[in-house]
C-alpha cells in the first residue's frame, strides 16, 4: 500500500492524532528536503513506508507538516532530513541517519539503540535509532485528579530516582516492577510514613543510558533525548504506549496520598554532547538554531559541562521548552519543576548573560504554569551563579540554597568562622534574600542532594572515592565541607557510630529547624551509602539503589526523621511565609540570640555555638533552640517563661533512641533554669502548658 501525505497543518508540533488520521509538523529552516518514515516494528532496518515531505505542498515558512490519513495511535514514526553538512558553517544534516521528532511523547526501540552508530556520519542507523510513537493523549481517565497546590510553608521534598527506589531486590516487589513507575506506586504508603508532602524526580524524560564510560550506564538521567516522552526503562508496561499511562498511574496514585510530583527537567544541554557526538534529533534538524555554537561555528559551547548548551533564548527553543512544561502539567498531571543548571536559560545567542532572560519570564507568566512550583539550580558550569537574584523582579522561582548546605555542613563538622552565616540560615538566609518582598519559601534548604555525598558519606569519609566511575577521580567535586568521625569509611567501632549517628541528627535538625521549604535526599533517613562516591550518575547499581534491609536496621534514624517531619508540620513556628529580619536583636521581636548566657550570642569566627528563642507573632508557640559544635559539654541559660508554661524537651541528639526525640504529646517537662547541651549535639525545646 502506498500511502502519501495531505498537506496537512503547521500546528500543533509533532504528531497529533485526528479524527481520521495524525498530522505530523516539524520544524527545519535549512532542510532541503524531508521524508517522513513510517515503521511498523521498532528495530526494523528499513522503513515500511517512505512519505516524501513537498517543499510547495508539505512546507509552510520553516514547518514542514503533512497529514496521512487511516494512521492512528501507535504509529511508530521517524524522520530523514536532506540539507548540507558543513560543520564549519554550522550545518550538520546527515540523512543516514533516523531522527527523533523533538516532540515525541513516546519512544521505541531502546532495546537496539546505538549510541555509537548514530555518531558515525554516513552510517545508516534506522535498525539501531530511536524511533518516535504517535500519542492520543485525549483518552486516559484521570478520575478527577488535579494539581495539589501544597504551599511552600507546607512542603517536604523528598528527591529520588525512580529506578534506584525500588530497583534493589530486597525491595519486595517482583522482578517486573522493581525500578519502574509500577513500583514506586508500591513504596507510597513508605513515603506517606515519612510525611514528605512532593517528590521530586531525577529526570523522567526519555534519556540515553549510554551517554557514559564504556561498561557504564547513565543513571541519573541528565542526559536527555525527548523532553515530551517519559523514559521508558521506568516502565514495568513494555508495550509501545505503557510508559505514558503508567507514568500518568503513578502520578494519580501519588495525588491521592497527597504527594505532589515535581520533575527535574534539563533544558541546559542534550544527549547529543559535543561536535563527536551522536545525531539523534536536533542536530540533524537544524543545529545551529538548537545550540550555542562557538565562534568556530563546528564546535559548541559547553555552559553545561556536557558538551553542549541549548539555544534556551531561540524562539524555536523557546517554544519548544514552553510546549513542553505545558504538555507535563496539562497532560501528566505534574505539580512543579526543578530547572536543572538554570543559569544556562539566561544566556544569549551567543553565550552571554542577559538581564532579563525571555525563556525565563515567559515561564514565569505562563497561565498554565501558574499553579506549579518552578524551582532553579540558580547557577551553570561556567561560572554564571545566581542564588539570591534568579530572574528579577517579581519573580516566582525558588532556588536551591547551595550556601546553605555548605554552611550547616561546616558548623557540624566543626568548621571556624561560620556561627554567624548559620544564623542567617535558620532564618531563612536574609543575607541571600534581603528584600522584604521575598517571603521564606525562595529558599529551598538542603543538606544533601543527588550531587554529591549522602548524608551518610558527609560524616563517614573525607575524601571522595569515584574510582569506579573510570574517569580517574577527575569527576565530582573536591570540596564536599565533610569529615570520618575519625575513620574513613565504614566502621565497626561503636564510639564512632554513636557519633556519626549524632552527627546525622544533626544535620536533619538543622535542615528541619531552618526557615524555608527542606528537601532531603533519597535514603538519607535510614543512612543510605554510596561507599564515598559522590557523583553516582553512572552507577546504576546497589551503590546507588535504596537499601530497603535499612529501614529495620536504622529505624532509630527513621523515626527521629519521621517525628521530626511530624513535629514541623504541627508547629506554626516553622511555616512562616515572609523571612525573618536580619541578624540584629532588635530588628524582629519575634527572634531573640543568644550563647549560653542569654542574650549574648557569641559570633566570634571560632564560635562553634549558637542559641535562639523564637516566638510565633500569633500563635503562642515558643521554641529554644541550643547548638553545641564543640568537643566539651555547655551549659545554656534558658528564657524565663511567664504563667503556666513550662519548658518540654523536643530534641536532644546525644540521646539514644527514642528519647532523642519525643513527640509533643509526650514530651517531658525540663524544670531547670539551664540545659546541658552535651558535645556535638542540638537541643529542641518547646513551651507550652502541660496537660
Avoid at 544534516?93 to 513516546?106: E, G, I, T
Avoid at 539503589?545 to 513535629?567: A, H, P, Q, Y
Avoid at 543568644?594 to 503562642?620: I, Y
Wanted: proline share 6%.
Amino acid at each position: 500500500m502506498t500511502l502519501k501525505a495531505l498537506p496537512g497543518q503547521s500546528f500543533p508540533l509533532g504528531a497529533t492524532v485526528m479524527p481520521d488520521g495524525v498530522n505530523f509538523c516539524i520544524f527545519s529552516k535549512s532542510a532541503q528536503a524531508i521524508e517522513l518514515l513510517l515503521f511498523d516494528r521498532p528495530d526494523q532496518a528499513k522503513p515500511s513506508h517512505i512519505i516524501s515531505l513537498d517543499s510547495r505542498h508539505n512546507k509552510s515558512f520553516h514547518y514542514w507538516h503533512g497529514f496521512v490519513p487511516g494512521l492512528k495511535a501507535g504509529q511508530i514514526y521517524g524522520y530523514r532530513v536532506h540539507g548540507p553538512f558543513d560543520p564549519a558553517q554550522g550545518y550538520r544534516f546527515d540523512p543516514s541517519k533516523v531522527l527523533l521528532d523533538p516532540y515525541a511523547k513516546a519512544i521505541v526501540n531502546e532495546e537496539y539503540y546505538d549510541r555509537r552508530a548514530a555518531s558515525r556520519p554516513g552510517y545508516d542507523n534506522c535498525a539501531q535509532a530511536l524511533k518516535g510513537v504517535v500519542v492520543d493523549t485525549s483518552t486516559y481517565d484521570w478520575e478527577g485528579d488535579r494539581l495539589l497546590r501544597t504551599p511552600y510553608t507546607r512542603s517536604i521534598i523528598y528527591e529520588m530516582h525512580v529506578g534506584g527506589f525500588t530497583r534493589h531486590p530486597n525491595s519486595g516487589l517482583p522482578d517486573d516492577k522493581r525500578g519502574t513507575y509500577a513500583g514506586l506506586i508500591e513504596k507510597i504508603p513508605y513515603l506517606q510514613s515519612l510525611g514528605v508532602t512532593a517528590v521530586e524526580l531525577l529526570p523522567v524524560h526519555f534519556f540515553d543510558a549510554q551517554d557514559a564510560q564504556d561498561g557504564l550506564k547513565n543513571y541519573w538521567g541528565y542526559s536527555t533525548i525527548s523532553f515530551f516522552a517519559p523514559h521508558r526503562a521506568y516502565s514495568a508496561d513494555r508495550s509501545y504506549l505503557g510508559p505514558v499511562d503508567e507514568f500518568r498511574d503513578m502520578v494519580k496514585a501519588l495525588h491521592r496520598a497527597g504527594i505532589e510530583v515535581i520533575l527535574d527537567v534539563v533544558f541546559n544541554h542534550s544527549a547529543e554532547g559535543n561536535e563527536n557526538g551522536p545525531t539523534l534529533s536536533f542536530r540533524g534538524l537544524e543545529n545551529s538554531a538548537y545550540y550555542i555554537l562557538e565562534k568556530d561555528r563546528q564546535f559548541y559551547s559547553n555552559y553545561s559541562g556536557c558538551g553542549n548548551a541549548l539555544r534556551a533564548n531561540h524562539p524555536i527553543v523557546s517554544q519548544l521548552i514552553l510546549d513542553s512544561l505545558r504538555y507535563w502539567v496539562s497532560e501528566m498531571h505534574v505539580d512543579g519543576f526543578r530547572f536543572d543548571l538554570a543559569s544556562v536559560l539566561w544566556r544569549d545567542d551567543v553565550g552571554l548573560p542577559i538581564e532579563r532572560s525571555p525563556i525565563l519570564w515567559t515561564i514565569e507568566m505562563d497561565p498554565v504554569l501558574a499553579r506549579t512550583k518552578i524551582i532553579a539550580e540558580a547557577w551553570d558550569a561556567a561560572g554564571l551563579y545566581q542564588v539570591g537574584k534568579f530572574v528579577g523582579t517579581g519573580d516566582r522561582f525558588a532556588e536551591w540554597n547551595g550556601p546553605f548546605r555548605d554552611d550547616m555542613r561546616r558548623f557540624v563538622k566543626g568548621d571556624e568562622g561560620v556561627a554567624k552565616r548559620v544564623a542567617h540560615r535558620l532564618l531563612g538566609s536574609p543575607d541571600i534574600y534581603p528584600r522584604m518582598d521575598y517571603d521564606t519559601t525562595r529558599s529551598i534548604n538542603f543538606v544533601t542532594c543527588h550531587d554529591g555525598f549522602t548524608i551518610n558519606d558527609v560524616v563517614s569519609y573525607n575524601e571522595k572515592h569515584n574510582a569506579a566511575n573510570l574517569e580517574d577521580s577527575r569527576d565530582g567535586s573536591n570540596d564536599n565541607h565533610s569529615w570520618n568521625c575519625g575513620v574513613e569509611g565504614p566502621s565497626k567501632d561503636p564510639r564512632i557510630e554513636r557519633l556519626r549517628d549524632r552527627q546525622i541528627k544533626n544535620l536533619i535538625s538543622l535542615l528541619f529547624l531552618s526557615q524555608g521549604t527542606p528537601m532531603m535526599l533519597m535514603g538519607d533517613e535510614v543512612r543510605r551509602t554510596q561507599q564515598g562516591n559522590n557523583n553516582g550518575y553512572c552507577q546504576d547499581s546497589e551503590v546507588s539503589w535504596f537499601n530497603w534491609d535499612d529501614v529495620e536496621k536504622r529505624s532509630g534514624l527513621l523515626r527521629f526523621t519521621r517525628e521530626f517531619i511530624r513535629f514541623v508540620q504541627a508547629v506554626q513556628l516553622f511555616q512562616l511565609d515572609r523571612v525573618l529580619t536580619g541578624f540584629s536583636f532588635q530588628d524582629d521581636p519575634f527572634v531573640v540570640w543568644h550563647g549560653v548566657h542569654l542574650g549574648q550570642p557569641d559570633l566570634n569566627p571560632n564560635s562553634h555555638t549558637l542559641a535562639l528563642t523564637l516566638q510565633h507573632p500569633k500563635k503562642q508557640e515558643h521554641i529554644h533552640i541550643m547548638l553545641n559544635a564543640y568537643w566539651e559539654s555547655l551549659s545554656f541559660e534558658l528564657p524565663p517563661l511567664d504563667g503556666s508554661e513550662c519548658w518540654h524537651r523536643i530534641v536532644d541528639t546525644y540521646l539514644s533512641p527514642p528519647e532523642d526525640f519525643c513527640p509533643l504529646e509526650t514530651a517531658p517537662v525540663f524544670s531547670g533554669d539551664r540545659y546541658t547541651v552535651q558535645p556535638r549535639s542540638v537541643a529542641v525545646l518547646m513551651a507550652f502548658v502541660s496537660p
